[in-house]
């Protein structure tokens, strides 16, 4: 079985400038989240959708972050324009729906650097 | 709230035991376990729920005391592969799908 998907692994901007990154979660899974994590931090969630749903976007800058899950299986998360602050890793996580406290896996992240 | 992990470094030696620990300000439903390796994705390692279970794999095992807000991962006998950073997230009570992750626990296991 095919885990997540990611791409593009890394990406350089200059500040400004857009850029979006890709997530193909694995198949069947209701649930997927994007994380932004910081140097020597854990992952921080910036949205969680159910389905196409986006259920939990409070911690998404949403004057220059923008996320889309259409037909509820793969998703785009989008920065414009980028900002210095913004230079992290991307995680895209997946999970089933079920009782609360399903396992999440992990795509190996887009490393986002911004100039 | 971010739970809190403790140590933020360990360094030891293979076949040595460590323990680490996650405590919360917040009620918890759910303590999920991952280790995260340089530069790659974070794996799951397991869940606990709410009752004080105790869970365990091989000689990696955890426990939860719900009442403290606290889970505690034990490895024991460590190896080389178990080097990597630890990371809690906590589950909070109706929101168990959402996790809080902590700042996590950088393990070293030298030879």
């Known amino acids: 079985e095919a885990g997540v998907v990611q791409s593009p692994r890394y990406k350089i901007i200059e500040k400004k400038q857009p850029v979006a990154f890709w997530c193909n979660p694995i198949s069947g899974h209701n649930t997927l989240y994007w994380y932004l994590q910081n140097l020597g931090q854990g992952p921080e969630l910036l949205i969680r959708?159910?389905?196409?749903?986006?259920?939990?976007d409070s911690q998404l800058p949403k004057d220059r972050f923008s996320a889309e899950r259409l037909k509820g299986v793969d998703s785009t998360l989008k920065i414009q324009p980028a900002e210095l602050g913004d230079s992290a890793v991307y995680l895209c996580a997946s999970s089933s729906r079920g009782a609360g406290g399903n396992e999440q896996f992990f795509g190996p992240g887009t490393r986002l650097t911004v100039l | 709230q971010q739970p809190v992990q403790s140590p933020q470094a360990v360094i030891l030696r293979e076949g040595e035991d460590a323990v680490i620990n996650c405590s919360s300000s917040k009620a918890l439903y759910s303590v999920h376990w991952y280790r995260q390796k340089h530069g790659e994705a974070p794996v799951f390692l397991m869940i606990l729920l709410k009752g004080g279970e105790q869970k365990g794999h091989e000689k990696i095992s955890a426990s939860f005391n719900e009442k403290k807000q606290q889970s505690s991962l034990y490895l024991t006998a460590s190896q080389l592969s178990y080097s990597g950073t630890y990371f809690c997230?906590?589950?909070?009570?109706?929101?168990?799908?959402?996790?809080?992750f902590g700042s996590g626990t950088q393990l070293t296991v030298l030879p």
């Open positions: 997230g906590t589950g909070d009570s109706g929101s168990a799908r959402q996790l809080t």
């Open positions: 959708y159910e389905n196409e749903e986006a259920v939990d």
